[in-house]
């Protein structure tokens, strides 16, 4: 060999790269960054009020999450992990109404009235005990 390269390159030496670290999420107005978990989470047709009429959303994943230490918890409704189309905090003031036929009314924080359908009444139960419980831990 006269120490030029030639051949065949696919079997050519790559050392591997050190994974890129994540970067931290920069807080923005004036918020500090929270770890935040999902404590419960379910599917619902949503439901916005526009014009004095509920127009529909479609079907969105609506999940309850919060951070215990920090007692801070809120109501988001989303369409994926990247898309949120609203979000309510709960706090004592955060009204939840269950309402016939498997409906629920909050407003989100926005002050923007919204209605949300579950599959089931048991869904609905379980999503308002768990509002209730986050929201008696805000107290």
Same mark, same amino acid.
């Given at each position: 060999?006269?120490?030029?390269?030639?051949?065949?390159?696919?079997?050519?030496?790559?050392?591997?790269?050190?994974?890129?670290?994540?970067?931290?999420?920069?807080?923005?107005?004036?918020?500090?960054?929270?770890?935040?978990?999902?404590?419960?989470?379910?599917?619902?047709?949503? +439901? #916005? %009020?526009?014009?004095?009429?509920?127009?529909? !959303?479609?079907?969105?994943? @609506?999940? =309850?999450?919060? *951070?215990?230490?920090?007692?801070? +918890? #809120? %109501?988001?409704?989303?369409?994926?992990?990247? !898309?949120?189309?609203?979000? @309510?905090? =709960?706090?004592? *003031?955060?009204?939840?109404?269950?309402?016939?036929?498997?409906?629920?009314?909050?407003?989100?924080?926005?002050?923007?009235?919204?209605?949300?359908?579950?599959?089931?009444?048991?869904?609905?139960?379980?999503?308002?005990?768990?509002?209730?419980?986050?929201?008696?831990?805000?107290?």
């Amino acid at each position: 060999m006269d120490g030029t390269r030639s051949g065949n390159t696919s079997l050519t030496y790559t050392a591997p790269t050190e994974p890129k670290k994540k970067k931290q999420v920069e807080p923005t107005d004036g918020q500090e960054v929270v770890n935040t978990a999902v404590l419960h989470a379910v599917a619902v047709t949503a +439901y #916005k %009020l526009v014009d004095g009429n509920f127009t529909s !959303q479609g079907k969105l994943g @609506a999940a =309850i999450i919060g *951070n215990h230490s920090e007692s801070s +918890y #809120k %109501l988001l409704l989303y369409v994926s992990k990247q !898309q949120q189309i609203t979000h @309510a905090n =709960i706090n004592v *003031n955060f009204h939840f109404a269950i309402q016939p036929s498997n409906y629920a009314n909050f407003y989100d924080s926005a002050r923007q009235n919204w209605s949300m359908l579950f599959e089931s009444a048991k869904q609905l139960v379980e999503f308002a005990r768990q509002v209730s419980g986050t929201s008696v831990t805000c107290v």
